[in-house]
């Protein structure tokens, strides 16, 4: 937390609702000592001159120059922590293959605590400077490490909700990475749960625990009934992977005779405070399900295209106002940027309904809707990723957690082209369609730079 409050003078662009797009020109933010905004003036109030010279005077004032814009930090809502050194490689098979070839003989390394902290440091610091504010990470069955994990995350600033990962099936999960069996994992969840509370207290903790089954095959049903009591007993947060491939959809259709929304319900695993990655393959059973649940979903648009072969259907799960928000499935999606996520989602919603069959009449190539906008990819991975999770981030409104970005437009090696002609609309557009790290020029999160 700031140890003194300070004020921030510019122009803001932010998406507080879906379908909304604000413009905040010349507008001073004031953050109080706990890293919220307390208030938000336009320039034409009363107390706007005197607020800023007072600042000012006390060397608490950060005004923006000519070309800097100040935007809400991004929300990540589905990484895979431990995977961060694979990375922008190994993608070159299917999901199942994927897991058993390179995945868990990666993830099986963090039993060493110290590679494990050597990996989490350079990723907090890597996806801060990207401009992740909030991120929601899913680590590994070790719980020494994964508690490091929560640390780094303390200790750098980011906004972080961190899980021990589940996985306790003989059959699914090699004998050299998994849990022994569901009651050590159930109990290795506690006392994980237990430690981070511990850690980081209080009202507004910047780091919070997160129940992780890995996803349905890879945990027993006892595994599954444990951390559904868990989650009735804590409260808090529950992230796994749903209806993701055809491979596991079949997988849960099979054992279960339902659907992995269906099957999580059953187990108590499907609550508000729950976040569902992928769910390409739901169907409108399940969208009624998650809704009526008050879940959200972690659109993974990127890693969709190399293991779902198939698109999530966003624009169905918008207009009936599911909580969605974006992921970048690191490392399944190879880019650690959200600016990146829009992009890819913009993409993806395009070719699902424009179609990409070329030998199809105009008319039958796409499925029905319309594709998303940068306006809407936007507010996915800031406001709509913010209240999936249900907290006060996301946008500029009084109250909420100072969680900030300052885009430096002008920034050497931008590929953001400024145009005499372009309106601070355009900008917007430019902002999200072409800013990378080098254009991120400082990151606030409750308030604290933590980049910059």
Request: aromatic share 8%; net charge negative.
């Amino acid at each position: 937390m700031p140890k003194e409050p300070f004020t921030v003078v510019g122009t803001a662009f932010h998406t507080p609702e879906r379908g909304q797009f604000e413009i905040l020109e010349n507008h001073l933010f004031g953050v109080d000592r706990q890293g919220r905004i307390s208030d938000l003036l336009p320039p034409d109030h009363p107390d706007f001159e005197a607020r800023k010279k007072a600042a000012a005077a006390a060397g608490q004032l950060v005004e923006l120059a000519d070309g800097q814009f100040l935007m809400p930090g991004l929300v990540d809502l589905h990484i895979h922590a431990p995977q961060w050194p694979q990375m922008g490689k190994a993608l070159d098979v299917p999901l199942e293959v994927w897991l058993q070839k390179y995945t868990f003989p990666l993830e099986a390394k963090f039993a060493d605590v110290e590679f494990a902290r050597e990996v989490y440091g350079e990723l907090v610091d890597g996806l801060l400077a990207n401009g992740t504010t909030t991120a929601l990470y899913f680590a590994t069955v070790h719980g020494p490490a994964t508690l490091a994990l929560a640390e780094i995350c303390r200790e750098k600033g980011q906004r972080a909700l961190v899980g021990k990962v589940v996985m306790d099936d003989p059959e699914q999960c090699p004998d050299y990475y998994r849990d022994p069996d569901a009651e050590s994992a159930v109990q290795e969840t506690r006392l994980f749960i237990e430690a981070v509370r511990a850690m980081d207290g209080g009202e507004r903790p910047l780091v919070m625990p997160v129940i992780t089954p890995r996803f349905i095959p890879s945990c027993t049903d006892a595994a599954l009934e444990g951390l559904g009591a868990l989650a009735r007993e804590y409260g808090c947060h529950v992230q796994t992977h749903c209806s993701e491939s055809d491979w596991e959809k079949d997988y849960v259709e099979a054992r279960f005779g339902e659907s992995d929304a269906a099957s999580l319900d059953r187990f108590g695993l499907l609550t508000r405070n729950t976040i569902l990655a992928h769910s390409n393959f739901i169907g409108e059973e399940d969208m009624d399900l998650i809704q009526e649940r008050g879940a959200g979903v972690a659109h993974c648009p990127l890693s969709n295209l190399f293991f779902a072969n198939a698109v999530f259907p966003l624009r169905k799960a918008l207009d009936r106002h599911m909580h969605v928000g974006l992921g970048t499935d690191i490392s399944g999606g190879y880019s650690p940027s959200l600016f990146d996520g829009c992009r890819h989602a913009i993409s993806a919603s395009k070719a699902l309904h424009g179609g990409v069959h070329a030998g199809l009449a105009p008319a039958e190539r796409g499925a029905p809707g319309e594709a998303i906008t940068h306006r809407e990819a936007f507010w996915l991975a800031t406001a709509g990723g913010a209240e999936a999770l249900d907290i006060p981030t996301g946008s500029f409104r009084p109250g909420h957690e100072f969680d900030a970005l300052l885009i430096e437009t002008k920034a050497a090696h931008s590929n953001i082209y400024l145009h005499r002609g372009d309106s601070l609309e355009d900008l917007f557009e430019k902002i999200v369609l072409n800013a990378t790290r080098a254009n991120i020029g400082m990151v606030w999160v409750s308030g604290r730079k933590v980049v910059g």
